[in-house]
């Protein structure tokens, strides 16, 4: 059975329609869930419901203590999420916070040689609209690099290393809790080949793949990928 009308309202209300793991606002893309899931004894309550976006569902409800990484959140981390989430949310200790997802995603290999794909993705989180975008993505010059609809920048030096800096831009105009794939296989792509001679040296040099994503309404997101995100071997 679901949850009483009376119970989802009040979580609804609760987390804002936002999500309790990501705090991303999303609207009617939402999903009150069972912590404990009902088939195991979980009661239709509001001690066992928990707010989520549907990215953060999908990794809900599936945990299995024997393979941990195969997902991501086991009912007593949602719980956690919840109550902390509930008590920033009764509190106003809420900041408005936009997102950069980032994936790696594998698309050729053979014995000697991987590429692999970027996969950059936009969650607006903040109340201002955001009217346009860039994205900058420093890769170690040591990397060979494919890319479409990107700009190129060579020899980039930060903290005494060398980096070709690629560049992309949009003008989206993206309202709170909408998304946007800022890159993908296809239209917009980055793609970087590993091969043995670049994977020796990037293991010794640690190397990492830095991003900053720029829009019109707040300030910069910065992130990483380390190498150990970047390569299967």
């Known amino acids: ?72 959140y086991a009912p007593s981390e949602l719980i956690k999420h919840r109550d902390a989430w509930f008590e920033a949310c009764e509190h106003g200790n809420i900041q408005d916070t936009s997102t950069v997802e980032v994936k790696v995603k594998r698309t050729y290999t053979t014995s000697d040689l991987h590429k692999y794909i970027l996969l950059f993705t936009f969650h607006n989180g903040n109340e201002n609209a955001v009217s346009g975008w860039k994205l900058d993505v420093l890769v170690p010059y040591l990397f060979k690099v494919s890319t479409v609809e990107f700009d190129t920048y060579h020899d980039v030096n930060v903290d005494g290393k060398r980096y070709n800096k690629f560049q992309t831009a949009g003008s989206d105009v993206l309202y709170l809790g909408e998304s946007v794939e800022l890159t993908d296989s296809n239209i917009v792509k980055i793609e970087y080949s590993i091969d043995h001679d670049i994977y020796h040296s990037a293991r010794v040099e640690e190397s990492k793949i830095i991003w900053i994503f720029y829009s019109s309404s707040e300030p910069p997101i910065r992130g990483e990928l380390s190498w150990e995100e970047l390569q299967q071997f």
Not at 21 to 43: L, M, P, T, W, Y
Not at 46 to 62: F, K, P, Q, Y
């Open 1 to 72: 059975m679901p949850f009483p009308h009376s119970v989802r309202e009040e979580a609804l209300v609760k987390a804002k329609r936002r999500c309790c793991v990501c705090h991303e606002f999303a609207g009617r893309s939402i999903n009150v869930h069972h912590i404990k899931q009902e088939a195991d004894g979980g009661a239709n309550t509001l001690d066992n419901a928990i707010v989520l976006c549907l990215r953060c569902h999908a990794e809900a409800g599936h945990f299995n203590p024997k393979h941990p990484l195969g997902t991501k």
